[in-house]
């Protein structure tokens, strides 16, 4: 309601200087204006009349309009949080539930009204530029006539001109970002209410009723539950955005209307347009690697608890390649936030360009789907091993040639150079956005030849042409929470904590372990010790799980769900993806940023294969032995 949406905007800007607090409360009432709304957020009135009077008893306004002159056969107005369509029989083809037509669009002359009530204070509707609507408060109404209302000149109101794009733009209104609030808080709640009651269930069950090594059902359901979420990831939108430009008091639609981009769709545009590689890559990575998630992850969980070893270690197998491949579903969701940071970028630094976009339902479904699936599969417990497995064998080779100390100058120097190469990538631009005018126009582009020098005149590549970085994204991101996308929230938590928060915590991680390499530290205890301990003695010092063995569990967790890999390839596949906007002038070309992040990334990776290497070697030999084989253990004198 109203009243509510009215209450919890100011109680959120009273608490600005908190943002932590400012979201918990934006979360809360998201939840609960779902749950108040007894009315829609936008009324709908077919209308058989020409002209026709409507007044909403809430907010006052009357609302005046005459079908005769436009060439739209509706027309929309923005009063309060309401928005009201008035139209012709029915509703245009190009409206929709989350997609509501531009107000005035297709108006060319001043509006006449009919039929006012003459003591009603009114709003009046004044056709102003392309897709602007002024609405004019604090008038009285003429009596109606014949020929309706005098004409009203815009002119003296031109401030108080609003249009659906400007009122998205303030944050003031915006039904889409409205409706795709509505679809998140419903999709996000009923995922932790149904996660939430099967770990409650799971919980309650007593333990002699659990059979060992079973995976727990709240981690089952949370698999099912992403995998819900992918299926209306692939084939709902994930993005839209439409390219206008203002010249001549007139709003030219550069890219013929909305553009909405899907999964699936997306994939077979590009093979229709010759981008072959770019729909390979969004095939596999989309709908080709959860595939594979879903069979290993039905032959583990088959297997886990098989009387036969091999099919015990084949569990395994499976269930450590699901956690290494669980992540690499989702390169694209990146690839769209810096997508979304350059059009919207671009929308507030050129005035002659119009980039309404957003993050759509779509999009949460199948970020949903990433992390939660990944989270899960990170929280699956491994089969049993064999006793070699963590380590032992033939010394790596790493440690042949580096030995402890060199293992730790080389994890030292990486993670020097990883953290320079790391702050330089994030500040430079990684992705960039070229207009190129000639795909514009006849025979390449929707725009005839004659507007041509119009559009050299007014060099629409310089104010189009954008680059994107991450540190500019973030920023921008946190800049636009104010209005309240959630999408916003999230990608900006998959910008700071997955991409570069994980990531950073790992090479910490991985530090930390290899200074332990240097003593027997990483042990837990001295080879003495363990000794002594086989002959019965020093017990409480050996029984205590080794560091080497926390640092090692810590760093496989950390690996598998930072994703500063992933995001690097999604820029990559989004370039590859970007010809379908070639029709509309506009290229996608990926810069020097994106190679100095893969070379930071290079950087994790030979530091997260050395150390894991080295602690898998050294730290096995102090592992407890099961109590049959430590009463066979012969006393050792000292």
């Not at 001043?110 to 602007?132: I, M, N, T, W």
């Not at 609507?133 to 001109?161: C, H, N, R, W, Y």
């Not at 989270?375 to 790493?398: I, N, S, Y």
């Amino acid at each position: 309601p109203f009243w509510f949406k009215l209450l919890v905007s100011r109680t959120i800007r009273a608490h600005a200087d908190n943002p932590m607090a400012a979201l918990i409360l934006y979360v809360a009432a998201s939840f609960l204006s779902g749950a108040l709304a007894s009315a829609p957020s936008r009324l709908e009135y077919p209308l058989e009349q020409k002209g026709a009077v409507l007044s909403l008893p809430t907010l006052g306004p009357v609302l005046l309009w005459r079908g005769g002159d436009c060439g739209s056969p509706s027309l929309a107005a923005a009063a309060g949080s309401m928005r009201v369509l008035v139209g012709g029989s029915s509703v245009p083809t190009d409206a929709s539930p989350d997609r509501p037509p531009l107000a005035g669009a297709g108006m060319r002359e001043p509006l006449r009204g009919d039929g006012v009530q003459e003591d009603s204070p009114s709003h009046r509707l004044v056709p102003v530029a392309g897709s602007q609507l002024a609405l004019i408060e604090g008038q009285k109404a003429s009596p109606a006539t014949d020929e309706g209302l005098p004409l009203v000149d815009p002119m003296p109101f031109a401030a108080s001109v609003q249009s659906d794009y400007q009122l998205w733009r303030s944050g003031a209104a915006d039904p889409k970002g409205d409706y795709i609030n509505r679809m998140d808080c419903l999709i996000v709640g009923s995922l932790l209410v149904v996660t939430a009651a099967s770990f409650v269930v799971g919980a309650s069950t007593p333990k002699r009723e659990q059979k060992e090594g079973t995976t727990p059902i709240w981690v089952l359901t949370l698999l099912a539950s992403s995998y819900l979420l992918l299926v209306p990831g692939l084939m709902v939108t994930l993005f839209s955005f439409e390219l206008q430009t203002v010249f001549g008091g007139r709003t030219l639609s550069i890219t013929n209307g909305v553009q909405s981009e899907a999964m699936l769709p997306l994939a077979k545009l590009l093979f229709t347009t010759g981008s072959r590689i770019g729909g390979v890559l969004i095939i596999v990575y989309a709908a080709i690697v959860p595939g594979i998630k879903l069979v290993l992850l039905a032959v583990g969980e088959l297997f886990r608890n098989s009387p036969d070893l091999r099919r015990v270690q084949t569990a395994r197998i499976c269930i450590q390649s699901v956690q290494f491949i669980s992540k690499w579903a989702c390169p694209d969701m990146f690839a769209y936030i810096l997508l979304l940071y350059l059009f919207r970028d671009l929308d507030e630094r050129s005035p002659l360009i119009q980039i309404p976009s957003h993050l759509e339902v779509g999009f949460s479904c199948f970020s949903l789907f990433c992390v939660c699936s990944t989270l899960a599969t990170l929280a699956l417990e491994l089969p049993g091993e064999p006793r070699d497995a963590a380590g032992g064998g033939p010394r790596p080779l790493a440690m042949k040639f580096l030995g402890r100390e060199g293992a730790f100058a080389v994890a030292v120097a990486a993670s020097m150079v990883f953290a320079g190469l790391l702050a330089l990538g994030v500040a430079m631009p990684c992705l960039g956005l070229r207009l190129q005018e000639e795909l514009l126009v006849e025979p390449n582009g929707p725009l005839p030849k004659a507007l041509a020098p119009l559009l050299e005149r007014l060099q629409l590549d310089k104010q189009v042409n954008a680059d994107v970085s991450l540190w500019s994204c973030m920023k921008a991101l946190l800049g636009w929470l104010h209005r309240g996308e959630l999408n916003c929230i999230f990608a900006f938590a998959m910008l700071s904590v997955f991409m570069i928060g994980l990531t950073v915590a790992d090479m910490a991680v991985l530090l930390v372990a290899a200074a332990l390499l240097r003593t027997d530290a990483v042990a837990g205890s001295s080879e003495r010790e363990v000794l002594d301990y086989m002959a019965g003695g020093a017990e409480a010092s050996v029984k205590r799980e080794p560091p080497g063995r926390r640092f090692l569990a810590a760093t496989r967790v950390l690996k598998h769900a930072s994703m500063l890999d992933v995001a690097v390839m999604g820029v990559i596949v989004v370039a590859c993806a970007g010809a379908p906007y070639h029709d509309h002038g506009l290229v996608l070309i990926l810069l020097p940023g994106l190679w100095v992040l893969a070379a930071a990334e290079a950087l994790h990776y030979l530091t997260h294969f050395l150390v894991v290497q080295a602690l898998e070697y050294e730290v096995p030999f102090t592992a407890p032995l099961p109590s049959d084989e430590l009463e066979k253990a012969p006393a050792i004198s000292s």
